[in-house]
């Protein structure tokens, strides 16, 4: 028998699909009415799916994508095996499951944009589990599904990151039952693991939180079969497996030239840059204007800089106050939040990509609190757990209403405009009969999408001084190179293709202007300008030839 730790919370959980502000609400006390609702539950659920479905698919038709996705199809498509695969990501820093899933796409299409429509699916898979087995509100779950991390950042753009996000909804969606099924479970957090490194740290601190509750499950009942214990004891073994596996997969190899350094040192400039990161994570309403990307409206204004930050932090600080009352939920929350803040600051944070994790560390929790089967403290009043359920639940909503507008900003931008001019280059290569000529790229990661687009096999990036698709990135290519030298290999290049008899030309692609003097001095012509990129400054494109 449960022990009174166990015993049903009262007034955690919302009517699913019912009205905002209805946490007052006893769920497990409800599960007949519940059961009764499946149907209009799931209806729900499959028309906020559906809607998701169309303005996603309808919005990548309208997204070129940029260097780093293309990264993620190159290697997958350009590793003749999962060995080699593996060996390639060892410069990535992530794990290999997106990958895996992209590699049978590349054996079937060349088209990169099959990666895309997979992406598509997992974001649509991730809505619906989420519209689907939640415990909000209906307007939490609509407000959610369209905000700026589930809708854009996770969704439009591809990557790995979204895998995750997925993972996370689909544990929460059976942690009610993690006795009853933990080894799925487990499973669940070991593919979790292998997403991103993001995703590697809440799955630690979700491992150590299962042990803690596991433990206080345990001597919270009379009797507990001894075999549905050998379950458990396997499962967190998996769990542990997906753990150590994940961490050996992103040690870096010793050429390692990508992001190498370890920030140890604590000041208050690094304080201050954590609250910017979590006021960036719960407020991302980005500037309106053609570069949007990893921008922050707010801080353009040291009031509203202040105002935002003190109000966020404030949040979270309110929202601990709350969930102190379910210490697995608290351990997950604290944890998981100070873990990103900290790998943030010691290793890398390369944008809202990274910085979104935070915010749906947020949600997890939200959504765990929510749960009935686990242990609770009795630390405030009825009255007092009431009035701060019900404005907690208000305070979300108005989160989840500025992530609609930052939402709504990022994709009316991307649909009006390209994200990366990669794709329009590739485009003018086709149809001015350029694609045979030997590609000479600089710099090597923006050159890279251009070959992704036009499913060449490779170019010649002089950075590395070699051929490739996509980037390795090593100390090899951290060697200064100047635009004289480029020039000077690409004539190297063509005058040993004109004695093999094969040279149709060499193209040179820079992502910034020539000077018109440095041209005429070095005898090149001028082929393209292909401008006007989202992404600023990286992913404009500027052709060259030689005379």
């Given at each position: 028998m449960p022990?009174?730790a166990h015993?049903?919370d009262?007034?955690i959980?919302?009517?699913?699909?019912?009205?905002e502000?209805?946490w007052?609400?006893?769920?497990?006390?409800?599960?007949?009415?519940?059961y009764?609702?499946g149907?209009?539950?799931?209806?729900?659920?499959?028309?906020?799916t559906?809607?998701?479905?169309?303005?996603?698919?309808?919005?990548l038709l309208?997204?070129?994508m940029?260097?780093d996705?293309?990264?993620d199809?190159?290697?997958?498509?350009?590793?003749?095996?999962v060995?080699?695969?593996?060996?390639n990501?060892?410069?990535?820093?992530?794990?290999?499951?997106w990958?895996?899933?992209?590699?049978?796409?590349?054996?079937?299409?060349?088209?990169?944009?099959?990666?895309q429509?997979?992406?598509?699916?997992?974001?649509?898979?991730?809505?619906?589990?989420?519209?689907?087995?939640?415990p909000?509100?209906?307007?939490?779950k609509?407000?959610?599904?369209?905000g700026?991390?589930?809708?854009?950042?996770?969704?439009?753009?591809?990557?790995?990151?979204?895998?995750g996000?997925?993972?996370i909804?689909?544990?929460?969606?059976?942690f009610?039952?993690?006795?009853?099924?933990f080894?799925?479970i487990?499973?669940?957090?070991?593919?979790?693991?292998?997403?991103?490194?993001?995703?590697?740290?809440?799955?630690i601190?979700?491992?150590?939180?299962l042990?803690?509750d596991?433990?206080y499950?345990k001597?919270?009942?009379?009797?507990?079969?001894?075999?549905d214990?050998?379950?458990?004891?396997a499962g967190?073994s998996?769990?542990?497996?997906?753990?150590i596996?994940?961490?050996?997969?992103l040690?870096p190899?010793?050429?390692?030239?990508f992001h190498?350094g370890?920030?140890?040192s604590?000041d208050?400039?690094a304080f201050?840059t954590?609250v910017?990161?979590?006021a960036?994570?719960?407020?991302?309403?980005?500037?309106?204007?053609?570069?949007?990307?990893?921008t922050?409206a707010?801080?353009?204004n040291r009031y509203?800089?202040?105002l935002?930050?003190?109000?966020?932090?404030?949040?979270?600080?309110?929202?601990?106050?709350?969930?102190?009352r379910?210490p697995?939920v608290?351990?997950?929350?604290?944890?998981s939040?100070?873990?990103?803040?900290?790998?943030?600051?010691?290793?890398?944070?390369?944008?809202?990509?990274?910085?979104?994790?935070?915010?749906?560390t947020f949600?997890l929790?939200?959504?765990l609190?929510?749960?009935?089967?686990?242990?609770?403290?009795?630390?405030?009043?009825?009255?007092?757990?009431?009035?701060?359920?019900?404005?907690f639940?208000?305070?979300?909503a108005?989160?989840?209403?500025?992530?609609?507008?930052?939402?709504?900003?990022a994709?009316?931008?991307?649909?009006?405009?390209?994200?990366?001019?990669?794709?329009?280059?590739?485009?003018?290569?086709n149809?001015h009969?350029?694609?045979?000529r030997?590609?000479?790229?600089?710099?090597?990661?923006?050159?890279s999408?251009?070959?992704?687009?036009l499913?060449?096999?490779?170019?010649?990036?002089p950075?590395g001084?070699?051929f490739?698709?996509?980037?390795r990135?090593?100390?090899?290519?951290?060697?200064?190179?100047?635009?004289?030298?480029?020039?000077d290999?690409a004539?190297?290049?063509?005058?040993?293709?004109?004695t093999?008899?094969?040279s149709e030309?060499?193209?040179?692609?820079?992502n910034?202007?020539?000077?018109?003097?440095?041209v005429?001095?070095?005898?090149?012509?001028?082929?393209?300008?292909?401008?006007?990129?989202?992404?600023?400054?990286?992913?404009?494109?500027?052709?060259y030839?030689?005379?």
């Open positions: 022990s009174p015993k049903v009262e007034g959980a919302a009517h699913v699909g019912g009205h502000g209805s007052g609400m006893n769920l497990c006390a409800m599960k007949s009415t519940f009764t609702m149907s209009r539950v799931d209806r729900y659920a499959w028309i906020i559906t809607m998701f479905f169309l303005l996603g698919a309808n919005l309208h997204h070129e940029w260097r996705e293309i990264q199809w190159l290697l997958a498509r350009d590793s003749n095996s060995p080699r695969l593996f060996a990501l060892k410069y990535e820093g992530h794990p290999g499951l990958y895996l899933l992209l590699m049978p796409l590349t054996r079937i299409s060349y088209s990169p944009t099959a990666m429509a997979l992406h598509l699916l997992l974001a649509t898979s991730t809505i619906y589990v989420f519209a689907r087995y939640s909000f509100s209906a307007i939490q609509l407000l959610f599904s369209f700026y991390f589930p809708f854009y950042e996770y969704s439009v753009i591809s990557r790995n990151y979204g895998l996000v997925l993972l909804f689909v544990f929460c969606s059976l009610e039952m993690r006795y009853t099924k080894l799925v487990s499973l669940v957090l070991f593919l979790l693991c292998h997403t991103s490194v993001f995703a590697l740290i809440i799955a601190v979700l491992f150590f939180g042990l803690l596991f433990f499950y001597l919270s009942h009379e009797s507990f079969d001894r075999s214990t050998y379950k458990i004891y967190f998996i769990i542990a497996l997906g753990i596996t994940a961490v050996l997969q040690i190899p010793p050429d390692s030239g190498v370890w920030h140890l604590f208050i400039e201050k954590a910017r990161t979590l960036a994570a719960y407020v991302p309403i980005p500037h309106f204007g053609l570069f949007f990307w990893e922050s707010w801080m353009e509203l800089n202040f935002t930050q003190l109000s966020v932090f404030s949040f979270l600080v309110f929202s601990m106050i709350g969930f102190v379910k697995f608290f351990f997950l929350f604290v944890g939040t100070l873990g990103l803040l900290a790998f943030f600051h010691i290793k890398i944070n390369q944008g809202m990509r990274h910085t979104g994790f935070l915010f749906i949600i929790s939200a959504w609190y929510r749960c009935c089967q686990q242990a609770n403290w009795s630390i405030f009043s009825e009255s007092s757990r009431k009035k701060w359920e019900m404005l639940s208000h305070c979300v108005l989160i989840l209403l500025l992530h609609i507008g930052a939402s709504f900003v994709a009316s931008i991307d649909y009006r405009y390209p994200f990366s001019m990669a794709k329009s280059a590739a485009k003018y290569i149809e009969g350029l694609s045979n030997l590609i000479v790229g600089y710099p090597d990661a923006t050159t999408a251009i070959v992704g687009y499913g060449i096999r490779e170019a010649y990036y950075q001084h070699r490739g698709s996509y980037v990135w090593d100390k090899q290519r951290l060697e200064d190179i100047t635009k004289e030298e480029v020039v290999e004539r190297q290049l063509e005058a040993r293709e004109l093999d008899g094969k030309g060499v193209l040179i692609i820079f910034k202007p020539l000077g018109n003097d440095f005429q001095s070095s005898k090149l012509q001028k082929i393209a300008e292909i401008t006007g990129a989202i992404v600023v400054g990286d992913e404009n494109f500027f052709i030839s030689l005379e």
